[in-house]
């Protein structure tokens, strides 16, 4: 466990080991690589000032899952979105902070949720202190993110409040279940547009906002992040079952074992009800009991094995054409192409 009185250990602070690697363009930019570079570093410092404690349990428990790194994402879009507008400033490094706080702390809850053991390659917080103290983590979390979207200007606590509102909403429609009568694949993706969609909006709305942009530039990130995001938590959803654990950080196939619906898996039942035969029996594996690790590992090996998987590629991919068609009204410029290979890049990661 690590020592308490240490402030949380700050990520490599090198763009290459930071951005994906259709950044790498980014990189190698003279104006804009600096000035991302600059940005991240203030967010990290800025991050782990929110988390910080006096008490002992409370600065373990917080600085738990910033320590175990991320990809950041939510920050590098909102400075991104804030380069296509006027350019970052004290504001948009608050406000990227703040959307980080919010994932941060929804993990905590979501782990709990879902009974997951690994996050971001390091135990789960309530598998070490349990889930009273998981939950409240994440509550103190939340609140440190509300505290500090106050002090910004203008509507910045209403994009919070409402992203935050349609974030809670999503997981609520994922627990719910599809109501009778709904199709399954459009519900499946009103929750990914909740939670993870509305966040990742509210990312382009801040950048290009509190940066002076006028307002069509920030419609266009509104719309950018939205789609992008539901794009993201697809990429995630497919490479879940499809890369190891060493890879991703968590435990393959977690929401396979917790039955919780993703598009492989949807995509299979349509694909069965279309009269696969293939299609129908993988479905026998996944609707097994896969409480054992080897009944779980046979359902995984035979959707990967499944041009089910190839298709939930193709859907993703239709989420960040749209994406893509959101910038296209925008001047051309270093911010932009970085957010373009950002969404090409979504398609061909695998972690």
């Known amino acids: ?12 602070n090198s763009l290459s080991g930071i951005l994906p690697p259709s950044f790498a363009a980014v990189a190698q930019d003279e104006v804009l690589g600096p000035q991302l570079l600059e940005g991240l570093s203030a967010i990290e410092d800025r991050l782990a000032e929110c988390v910080r404690s006096t008490d002992p349990l409370i600065q373990v428990t917080s600085s738990h899952l910033l320590q175990a790194g991320g990809k950041r ?3 590098l879009l909102t400075l991104l979105s804030a380069q296509v507008g006027g350019g970052i400033n004290d504001d948009v490094v608050d406000a990227a902070v703040v959307v980080e706080l919010t994932h941060l702390a929804s993990l905590y809850h979501d782990d709990v949720m879902d009974s997951a053991p690994v996050r971001r390659g390091v135990e789960a917080a309530h598998t070490v202190w349990g ?18 979207v106050a002090e910004l200007p203008g509507d910045s606590f209403k994009v919070q409040a409402n992203a935050f509102a ?19 694949l459009e519900h499946y ?43 993201f938590q697809l990429a995630d959803d497919i490479i879940d079952i499809t890369s190891p654990s060493e890879v991703t950080g968590k435990t393959t196939g977690t929401d396979l074992r917790e039955g919780v619906l993703t ?22 594996l996944v609707d097994a009991d896969l409480t054992s690790d080897d009944a ?56």
């Open 296 to 351: 779980l590992a046979a359902a995984v090996e035979a959707i990967c094995a499944h041009e089910a998987v190839e298709r939930s590629w193709a859907v993703a991919q239709e989420w960040v054409d749209d994406a893509l068609r959101a910038l296209e009204p925008l001047p051309a410029s270093a911010a932009r192409s970085a957010l373009e290979a950002f969404g090409r890049d979504m398609v061909h990661r695998r972690s």
């Open 166 to 184: 349609r974030l809670v909403e999503g997981q609520l429609k994922e627990t719910s279940g599809v109501p009778e009568g709904t199709d399954a």
């Open 73 to 75: 994402v939510r920050p």
């Open 189 to 231: 993706l009103e929750v990914l547009a909740g939670k993870t969609g509305s966040l990742i909006a509210a990312c382009g709305i801040y950048g290009a906002g509190l940066s002076g942009a006028d307002e069509h530039v920030r419609a266009a990130m509104e719309t950018y992040g939205e789609r992008i995001g539901v794009a």
């Open 263 to 284: 598009l492989p898996v949807l995509m299979l039942r349509r694909m069965a009800e279309d009269g696969d035969a293939s299609a129908a029996r993988v479905l026998e």
């Open 131 to 148: 889930n009273s103290v998981a939950i409240l983590t994440g509550d103190l979390i939340f609140a440190r993110a509300s505290s500090l």
């Open 1 to 12: 466990m690590t020592d308490s009185s240490q402030a949380p250990a700050r990520p490599d």
